[in-house]
């Protein structure tokens, strides 16, 4: 049995709470630019993931896993910049540089699965 739903997908559900930890981590940040850029960064990696499911294509899913994995990559190098300007605790940097690893590994992983799963129907 197949994934019927995005809301199903393990690195969706780990990337929403990432943006739910994000928004709280920042909401007070006074640094609106450096607090926009992280928000959008992680709600991108949900809404990445969620619009490609929905394309219904592999091609086309594995493209936006790929653009999801890409901005798991972008929060990570924000992280360190805010861990860099004291605008979080190491003990926060810890946590969510954690669940974005996770994030890009799971991601990763999907896109091997599809890739495995389409180059079984090629030599079919």
Request: charged share 30%; hydrophobic share 35%.
């Amino acid at each position: 049995m197949g994934i019927l739903r995005f809301e199903d997908i393990i690195s969706w559900q780990k990337a929403r709470q990432l943006t739910l930890d994000i928004y709280k981590t920042f909401e007070g940040q006074k640094d609106f630019e450096f607090k926009n850029q992280i928000q959008r960064a992680s709600v991108s990696i949900m809404n990445n993931i969620a619009e490609g499911f929905e394309r219904k294509t592999e091609k086309e899913f594995t493209y936006f896993l790929y653009m999801a994995k890409g901005s798991t990559a972008e929060v990570r190098s924000m992280l360190y910049l805010a861990k860099d300007l004291n605008k979080i605790s190491d003990e926060d940097f810890k946590r969510l540089y954690q669940l974005t690893m996770q994030i890009s590994q799971l991601i990763s992983g999907f896109i091997r699965h599809i890739n495995e799963k389409e180059n079984t129907k090629k030599t079919k």
